[in-house]
């Protein structure tokens, strides 16, 4: 098969593994950076451009988008599924998980565990949004964060109330919610593949960090999911209608809390802590998908 990553950087970690577990597969493994492609919509013969080159043949694309540039993307993604090419993450389910507060209500209505959360557009509220999710200490996230920027903790109202009024004085839009104090600064992340585990992690944070990122000095080790954690986070990708993706959530003493699902997850972490070839579980998801 002729397979496309889209990716900006193939020097990247994610981007090399699926090239090198492709190939060892006997694919034909290609890197194609979605910023530089050109889309040309026309009746029956739908084009995508690269280098000035129009991509034929393609069997199936693995999206690799920044969260930067989530509407070309996208855009990218959506022409591809429009000539018939498979994708590792759909358009539409890129769109919807890129969108916390869409991802969100979607996945309350699945009815996996998560924080409570609150959001509005009423600068004058700030202390009532905060009462609403048992007050502080709360987590008040930029809904455009990506690797931890944009998450507050704020410890008391009155920091609360500080920090969400600069934020909406910017015009920023963000969310509130409730903070799981027991997890101590730790998560679980899921990998998922076409509806499977194919890895779980423990991510700690640094001293003094409620953030468990890796890319903010936190540290990962091998975990092996309970049946809740892992239902969780299988239901959680099936809500977002997501075939790759890294749920992220935290040990709570009512069960497992969804954080986030992250529809491009590296698998740099994920692979040095749980010693798996994730790229070759996404590469076999092609092969099974792909006539």
């Known amino acids: 098969m002729k397979i496309v990553i889209l990716s900006r950087n193939p020097r990247l970690y994610s981007t090399r593994r699926l090239v090198e577990a492709g190939e060892k597969r006997k694919h034909e493994m290609i890197v194609v950076d979605h910023s530089k492609c050109d889309i040309v919509i026309e009746k029956s013969n739908p084009k995508v451009y690269y280098k000035g080159k129009s991509l034929e043949g393609i069997d199936a694309i693995i999206p690799r988008i920044g969260a930067s540039i989530t509407f070309y993307g996208t855009a990218v993604i959506r022409q591809f599924e429009v000539m018939g090419v498979f994708s590792t993450t759909s358009s539409q389910a890129l769109i919807q998980s890129r969108d916390k ?79 799981i104090a027991e997890s101590k600064g730790a ?93 070759k579980s996404i590469i076999r998801y092609i092969e099974r998908n792909v006539n």
């Open 101 to 179: 507060l869409q991802s969100m209500q979607v996945l309350a209505k699945s009815g996996v565990g998560m924080p409570k959360t609150a959001f509005t557009n009423n600068s004058r509220n700030v202390e009532e949004v905060v009462k609403k999710v048992g007050g502080t200490p709360c987590i008040i996230k930029l809904l455009e964060g990506t690797q931890g920027l944009g998450v507050v903790l704020a410890e008391t109202k009155s920091a609360a109330v500080s920090v969400l009024e600069a934020f909406h004085g910017l015009n920023a839009r963000v969310i509130v919610q409730e903070f």
């Open 187 to 279: 998560d679980l992340r899921a990998f998922v593949v076409d509806g499977n585990v194919v890895g779980a992690m423990k991510r700690q944070g640094k001293e003094g960090e409620f953030r468990s990122n890796l890319h903010r000095g936190g540290t990962a080790e091998l975990f092996e999911l309970t049946e809740d954690e892992e239902n969780a986070a299988l239901k959680a990708a099936k809500a977002l209608k997501l075939g790759v993706c890294g749920v992220d959530m935290l040990q709570s003493n009512s069960g497992p809390m969804i954080m986030e699902v992250n529809s491009s997850p590296g698998l740099e972490g994920i692979e040095l802590a749980t010693k798996k070839d994730v790229a």
